[in-house]
């Protein structure tokens, strides 16, 4: 690949993640058999772009790592890629997720590459107990590929800690073009933040939520960061969230709301509180009570329950719904109505998953 074809990649990647927005997690749509059911996976693609996400993420957490293993990696990035083409003139961003180590991270990221994702988010798992400098080194190696997004994994889905120093250099690699913060802890996420801002990257790296435990908040609250004898104040621009895979109509409508609130510089209290309603909500979906164990299942059974998909099977069979975790998903549903789009859904459910597409 050329330089010069790899510096556009990196600049398009920057320009249509730094819009911000709303980018679902996207999970994964298996028959009864446990195969993929291409019809309704790509019927939770256009729910998404329907409903007004900004961009899609595959292949990540909420899509099943075992989609490897299983051989359908290729085919849940074809499919999204696919239906994306559908909303060619809205730009929706793509971001692929990648895993392993530097050679099958780097082949992932050609074949997202080659269907058109825009950038691959790199999750480092398999690099548990690596020392950093090796870890470095695998991300700029990805990084000379493709525009790569840091992610920030909390250790209870597989996820590691990594350090400020280790975030400050990462952000001064030339092709990291985003930074998704998920470690579920105040003071790892401010770590990120700062990290950037001592790299001086802030204003060419963009922060995206992955706390779902914290989403409104992220998106409400700037950051000031001392730097140089200043305060540099920071802002996360948007949401990569595996909570936003369920709900979607609703979560872009709760985004326009506290971004108009943001630029007008005049946050209700009504939006401050309805940070403990959507963690709430996510705590049910997300199985928070059992260390997140059930949030796959969690997520497809809020997609069951509106008709996207038929139900919560995952590729392996002892990931299911935790004990109590459907009562748990009925309270929130029953005491956060506003939360829910279930009257959108029902409205397009029948085109999404009757309308041809890409071999079928």
Partial sequence: MSNRLHEERVATARRLLARGGVIPA?????????????????????????????????????????????????????????VAREHADREPVLVAGVIGDTAQAIAEAELALSHGYHAVLLNVAAWRGADEDDILAHCAAVAEVAPVIGFALLPEVGGFHLSYDFWRRFAAIPSVVAIKMAPFNRYRTLDIVRAVVAAGAEQHITLYTGNDDHIVLDLLAP?????DDELVRVRVAGGLLGHWSVWTHAAVAQFDTLRRAVRAGAVPPDLLALDSRVTDANAAIYDAEHDFAGCIPGCLEVLRRQGLVEGTWCLDPDETLSPGQLEAIDRVWREHPDLADDDFVAAHLSRWLDTPGGSQ
């Fill in 223 to 227: 950051f000031d960061v001392a730097h």
């Fill in 26 to 82: 996207h999970p994964l749509a298996l028959d009864a058999d446990r195969r993929l059911d291409e019809r309704r996976q790509r019927a939770i693609s256009r729910y998404y772009l329907d409903a007004g996400a900004d961009g899609l993420a595959v292949g990540v957490h909420t899509t099943q790592f075992g989609i490897r293993a299983a051989g359908l990696f290729p085919d849940v990035l074809r499919i999204s890629a696919e």
